[in-house]
Nanobody, 131 residues
Framework: QVQLVESGGGLVQAGGSLRLSCVAS????????MGWFRRAPGKEREFVAT???????????YYADSVKGRFAISRDDAENTMYLQMNNLKPDDTAVYYC?????????????????????WGQGTQVSVSS
């Protein structure tokens, strides 16, 4: 059984930092893209960041415009773990953050910003940013 387990969420003041982790078990994602999405209160789940596997994109990462320059996605394939370093957090970043793992290959990187590209999802971790 494939499981993705997020951790690292919490309450932080605006301008602060958090580091989210996602540990995968039951399957290796070393040859597949992984991503982070989030759902803010009363809103649809939205793309945050994705990181492709090394053969195609040399681990190339992509970000939503709203987090570019503040968030950094990374992965440790030896540990089957993905991270999201979040700096200069804003109240608008308040959301449940979800880890996701893909099981397919897409030529167009834009596909990895869409939920359909991911077959596996974690339960989410709450991030709350106070003003």
């Amino acid at each position: 059984q494939v499981q993705l387990v997020e951790s690292g969420g919490g309450l932080v003041q605006a301008g602060g930092s958090l580091r989210l982790s996602c540990v995968a078990s039951g399957r290796t994602f070393s040859r597949y893209a992984m991503g982070w999405f989030r759902r803010a209160p009363g809103k649809e789940r939205e793309f945050v960041a994705t990181i492709r596997w090394s053969r195609w994109g040399n681990g190339t990462s992509y970000y939503a415009d709203s987090v570019k320059g503040r968030f950094a996605i990374s992965r440790d394939d030896a540990e089957n773990t993905m991270y999201l370093q979040m700096n200069n957090l804003k109240p608008d970043d308040t959301a449940v953050y979800y880890c996701s793992g893909s099981a397919a290959y897409y030529v167009n990187s834009v596909d990895y910003t869409r939920e359909y590209a991911y077959a596996y999802w974690g339960q989410g971790t709450q991030v709350s940013v106070s003003s």
